[in-house]
């Protein structure tokens, strides 16, 4: 089983930045995938960042260019760094880690989320 805790969300301003983390504590080291994920009120949670094993990335269109992820397997976190942020960045931002091999942006095939955390972006 793994548990997931994000932080660092908060109110911005647009073209502002933030870094959210996620802290990942049991047993992590069988996760092959990895990701953010977001859900603004009223719409459904999609995928935003992915990193896997191997640390190959995948990022969602509208976060292009703006969003890195990365993570430290040392101390089990994961990260996601927000730039140029936008009003249509707000929502509340959950990391994810999924068990098989494959990353995919779909929510539905992640084992294991965190609680999340609310970016709000003006």
């Known amino acids: 089983h793994v548990q997931l805790v994000e932080s660092g969300g908060g109110s911005v301003q647009a073209g502002g930045s933030l870094r959210l983390s996620c802290a990942a504590s049991?047993?992590?080291?069988?996760?092959?995938?990895l990701g953010w994920f977001r859900q603004p009120p009223g719409k459904e949670r999609m995928g935003v960042a992915l990193?896997?094993?191997?640390?190959?990335?995948g990022y969602g269109d509208s976060v292009k260019g703006r969003f890195t992820i990365s993570k430290d397997n040392a101390n089990n976190m994961l990260y996601l760094q927000m730039n140029s942020l936008r009003p249509e960045d707000s929502a509340m931002y959950y990391c994810?880690?999924?068990?098989?091999?494959?990353?995919?942006?779909?929510?539905?095939?992640?084992?294991?989320w965190g609680q999340g955390t609310q970016v709000t972006v003006s």
């Open positions: 994810a880690a999924r068990r098989s091999f494959g990353c995919y942006f779909a929510p539905a095939h992640y084992d294991f």
């Open positions: 049991g047993s992590t080291l069988n996760m092959r995938c």
């Open positions: 990193i896997d094993s191997a640390d190959n990335t």
